[in-house]
């Protein structure tokens, strides 16, 4: 074998070893591209189904609540169409069961469904048996309403998805923060309008203790107080360094009513931020 025609072989060789590494490389790409897709399919499946848990759970409990109901006012047919609801809605979470087993390999969602379904027919059957104290019904529909809630927490934490918001940081441009632009970011709601309420906003750790005993004096003075026009309760908020160096900020429905609080708490309503909501 001469140079030229070793050569010759030696590119054929590398061309035909190219050739199956090339061949090999897509087969690779090809199969983690199709495994990707099914993962992020299985994904979009969990997040559905987790979905569908939260709807059609709920209006099981909205249907029991409805069959207590035609029970109490004995209406056999309402009672009817309460217990056919009951069984579609019993049969949607059988469907359910049966994707869920696909892409829930978690054995504490699996478990927890199965439990649901196990109080669907308890509870039902319960609750049609005989006409329940109110009581007695509101323990029941309680009880099955805890398997739907355990279920959910077990499922969105399998599926990944965040019930929380991460604690980050927040830009909010080059201005002063105010308490109603922390209540805009806030997840946790303010209190009713028919409740008083007292709230704090330091920037430094302040004693509980003594935060109670504010708390508590505000309170004493002022729970009790409606404003007779609008039938709303004043909402208190002192934020700013500590218990020594803060400022207060009433929330209340009209300027007549917030003389009458701030009279009651001893507070200046000058020197006092009013916001009035009519």
């Known amino acids: 074998m001469n140079v030229i025609d070793f050569l ?19 087969m690779l790409i090809f199969f983690l591209m199709v495994k990707i897709e099914r993962q992020k399919v299985t994904q979009q499946e969990r997040h559905a189904i ?17 069959l207590q109901a035609a029970k109490e006012t004995c209406d056999p047919h309402a009672l009817r169409i309460s217990l056919a609801q009951l069984t579609r809605l019993d049969g949607s979470f059988a469907a359910i069961q049966t994707r869920l087993w696909y892409v829930f390999p978690e054995r504490r969602v699996r ?25 007695e019904a509101d323990a029941a529909i309680t009880w099955f309403a805890n398997a739907i809630e355990e279920l959910l927490e077990q499922a969105t934490k399998a599926a990944g998805i965040p019930t929380r918001d991460p604690a980050r940081l927040i830009w909010i441009g080059f201005r002063k923060l105010t308490p109603q632009g922390k209540r805009l970011l806030a997840f946790e709601d303010e209190p009713p309008p028919w409740q008083f309420a007292v709230s704090f906003d ?23 107080l409606r404003c007779k026009l609008h039938n709303r309760a004043a909402h208190i908020l002192l934020y700013g360094t500590d218990a020594n160096k803060f400022d207060i900020q009433m ?9 009458i609080v701030a009279k009651a708490i001893n507070l200046d309503v000058e020197k006092g931020r009013v916001i009035t909501k009519e």
Do not use: P
Not at 8 to 26: D, F, M, Q, V
Not at 53 to 65: F, K, R, S, V
Not at 202 to 224: G, I, N
């Open 202 to 224: 330091f920037t430094r750790k302040v004693d509980l203790s003594v935060l109670e005993k504010v708390k508590h004096k505000m309170e004493s003075k002022a729970a009790k």
């Open 8 to 26: 010759k072989n030696e590119t054929l060789l590398a061309a035909i070893l190219g050739a199956i590494i090339g061949s090999i490389g897509s």
């Open 111 to 135: 478990a927890g469904l199965s439990r649901l379904r196990s109080r669907c027919l308890k509870t039902t059957q319960y609750l049609s048996s005989s006409t329940l104290k109110i009581e």
């Open 251 to 259: 929330e209340i429905c009209c300027t007549e009513f917030a003389a």
């Open 50 to 66: 987790v979905t569908e848990l939260a709807t059609i759970g709920h209006d099981y409990i909205a249907n029991l609540q409805e």
